[in-house]
């Protein structure tokens, strides 16, 4: 069987581990059963950081698909995994979550989809760590998420058709764990109230279509603000692309990507160019133009 498993944007801001949206940007898996039952598993890589991605049973992808047959019960098959990798690691994107996903939906179709899309979801979230990532991988789309005595509920809007995001891909790795690391255990009473008007403000202006307030409703007071340290030219990436016609500024996830929103109308490679040349100054980076969807897995069996 085949997979496409898209790349995710979380937090998106204020939206602290429980927003995220699914972005154009796929992971993709390759799974052949072997009649050869004299080994368990043999993994190939290639593509962005192949050569980080494990190649034994630590393996994302692997792991997962071994607990869906440990849950179900079922003898583990030997098998051949494909991976061609398109979202760099520990860059904020949703990498971890594609192969978790990935390898539990493998899992479940063979062992005959005994689990639920939701057993599925929340099996993820445990492996991940948090939802904010696996929902929209899973589901596409716009997600609210949360969990409630455990499990995972989260709500599915449709993305935005008419923004792009782009994406400013710094050569610095940052895992999520490094990046917790610096956040405060408390803050005070004025930036968690800032902060909730902000998530308010910010699905209100998605789900109204009224952008103008996407660069107000962006502002986080939870964990950018402390995680600039670890990526010093935060503010300074965010001050071109917000002078650059962007509508609103974030950290992906906990970096090191940021992502910036646009008007779709308002890419055009001269503005492209503009803000590339200014960010030569601050950052080595790539930068790509995403879309955001509303598919999450792709399978073909």
Same mark, same amino acid.
């Given at each position: ?6 790349? +995710? ?12 949206? /699914? ?21 190939? +890589?290639? @593509? ?13 992808? $692997?792991? /997962? ?34 192969? $978790? ?27 991940? @760590? ?45 895992? +999520?764990?490094?990046? %917790? ?18 998530? /308010?403000?910010?699905? @209100? ?9 996407? %660069? $107000? ?42 992502? /910036?929103? $646009? ?39």
């Amino acid at each position: 069987m085949k997979l496409k498993l898209p790349a +995710t944007t979380a937090n998106l801001g204020p939206g602290f581990d429980c927003l995220g949206a /699914a972005l154009s940007l796929y992971n993709e898996f390759e799974v052949k059963v072997l009649n050869d039952n004299t080994k368990k598993v043999e993994i190939f +890589t290639e @593509g962005i950081d192949a050569e980080l991605i494990p190649k034994d049973e630590t393996n994302h992808f $692997y792991y /997962a698909l071994k607990k869906v047959f440990e849950i179900t019960k079922n003898k583990l098959l030997s098998l051949e995994i494909y991976i061609k990798n398109n979202i760099p690691l520990q860059r904020g994107l949703g990498s971890s979550a594609t192969a $978790y996903v990935g390898g539990l939906v493998a899992g479940n179709i063979l062992c005959g989809e005994v689990l639920s899309e939701y057993e599925l979801v929340n099996l993820a979230a445990e492996l991940e @760590g948090h939802p904010d990532n696996v929902v929209p991988c899973m589901f596409g789309g716009f997600c609210i998420t949360t969990k409630i005595d455990k499990k995972v509920k989260f709500i599915k809007f449709p993305a935005p058709k008419d923004l792009s995001v782009l994406v400013i891909i710094p050569d610095k790795k940052i895992s +999520t764990e490094y990046a %917790r690391k610096v956040l405060p255990k408390k803050i005070g009473f004025n930036d968690a109230v800032s902060n909730v008007s902000n998530v /308010a403000l910010l699905v @209100g202006s998605i789900l109204s279509k009224k952008y103008e307030f996407l %660069r $107000y409703a962006t502002v986080d007071f939870l964990h950018q603000p402390y995680r600039k340290k670890l990526m010093p030219w935060m503010e300074s990436v965010f001050r071109i692309c917000l002078e650059n016609k962007s509508l609103g500024c974030v950290l992906s996830g906990s970096g090191s990507t940021i992502a /910036a929103f $646009y008007r779709k109308k308002d890419i055009n490679e001269n503005l492209l160019d503009s803000v590339q040349l200014k960010l030569k100054k601050y950052i080595n980076c790539e930068i790509k133009i995403l879309s955001f969807v509303n598919k999450g897995v792709i399978t073909k069996e």
